[in-house]
């Protein structure tokens, strides 16, 4: 959908990697988590961050939502207008009012407003006027995103409140606009402090389980140690390269670590996936989340931004800015996705490339709809009228 809005005659820009990062974080919340407005106890509310509006766009679409024409307005709300066929760039009700519930940019709009929901939510039941109690706000943020004054300034009043209907999943790519989250520190870990001193419940989801069996065979702490040294920079670098290059550089930084690998091919190296990434390790983060009471819970997901994409965009500093897959970037994409679709198709016209859907009775869309059914509902939604 962002290739295709960079086509001849309108060259909108768009967010490609925010989402690639962040996917799996949603997927696990849209299947087993959000609750919809139909849930017997009233819905959750989810403040979707605003440059991952394209992926929430392609699920709606394969939900049947959204129609593959409209998928062509993104970003061109002004000249569909008149047409009503438009995606608004971010998140809005008031430019997608059937859709969208909540503003989320600029950029800290999102965990500000999560805050006093979850605030209003608690006076509602605390005062007898409504029965909140199973009803959960959840707020999706980036690491970048929480250099906002107004993404944390709020935070003391969610721990003061004890705000335990509420959850932050910050998805740590450890990038911002144009390079490293911070300058070259260890952003999960600053954020922790922050908030763990703020009086939150933290939860970090830092290594896939792919990680386990090594860190188990760490006896002396070797693993741990270098993991906890360094920096978010050179994480990006082993991602923008290959899992030689990874052995090398990181593991056989210590000849205890080097020793730990020698077992494994540098394909199964590269396949050492980051927290953020694993269903797993995903779900019973939000499940832990869900079950805290007392205080409000921030996720810190590690997450490699432009995951998928290829090496033109995993790990690099100029992925923020890249708006495009280039016919390379498009078949690998394709190729790591398991999607039917040929290179001659691809290549008919790169800037255009086709839109996919395995069809309504493909046990992929059946289950995210039964999913859905059983969990109340579509999500996002925005009903503007009482249903009796």
Request: aromatic share 10%.
């Amino acid at each position: 959908m962002v290739t295709r809005a960079q086509r001849p005659g309108i060259g909108v820009g768009g967010h490609i990697s925010t989402y690639a990062s962040s996917a799996a974080l949603y997927e696990v919340g849209f299947n087993h988590f959000f609750r919809g407005k139909d849930h017997p106890g009233g819905g959750d509310q989810v403040f979707i961050q605003g440059h991952a509006s394209p992926g929430i766009y392609a699920r709606a679409f394969l939900e049947g939502r959204i129609p593959a024409e409209q998928l062509d307005g993104f970003r061109q709300e002004h000249s569909h207008l008149s047409q009503g066929g438009a995606l608004p760039s971010y998140p809005h009700p008031r430019l997608l009012p059937d859709f969208w519930e909540f503003p989320t940019v600029s950029m800290g709009l999102g965990p500000m407003n999560a805050i006093y929901q979850a605030r209003f939510n608690h006076y509602l039941e605390d005062r007898g006027i409504k029965d909140t109690s199973d009803q959960h706000v959840w707020a999706f943020l980036g690491d970048g995103e929480m250099d906002e004054p107004e993404s944390r300034g709020l935070a003391h009043v969610a721990a003061t409140e004890g705000l335990d209907n509420l959850t932050f999943v910050v998805n740590c790519n450890l990038q911002r606009l144009d390079g490293p989250v911070r300058g070259n520190g260890k952003i999960i870990q600053e954020l922790e402090s922050f908030f763990r001193g703020a009086g939150w419940n933290v939860i970090k989801v830092v290594w896939g389980r792919e990680w386990d069996a090594l860190l188990h065979a760490d006896k002396d702490g070797a693993l741990v140690n270098l993991m906890n040294v360094t920096p978010d920079g050179d994480y990006q670098t082993y991602k923008a390269n290959d899992g030689a290059f990874v052995r090398e550089h990181f593991f056989g930084r210590d000849p205890r670590t080097k020793e730990l690998v020698k077992h494994l091919s540098d394909q199964q190296i590269w396949n050492l996936k980051r927290g953020g990434h694993d269903y797993r390790k995903i779900h019973a983060a939000y499940k832990a989340a869900m079950e805290h009471k007392g205080q409000p819970t921030v996720i810190l997901a590690h997450t490699i931004k432009g995951y998928t994409l290829g090496k033109h965009f995993e790990g690099r500093n100029a992925t923020h800015q890249m708006k495009k897959l280039t016919l390379e970037d498009l078949k690998y994409f394709r190729d790591v996705q398991r999607i039917p679709i040929s290179d001659a198709e691809l290549e008919k016209d790169p800037k255009t490339p086709p839109y996919y859907h395995p069809g309504f009775d493909a046990p992929e869309i059946q289950y995210m709809l039964e999913r859905r059914r059983n969990l109340g509902g579509f999500l996002p939604e925005r009903r503007t009228k009482q249903r009796h």
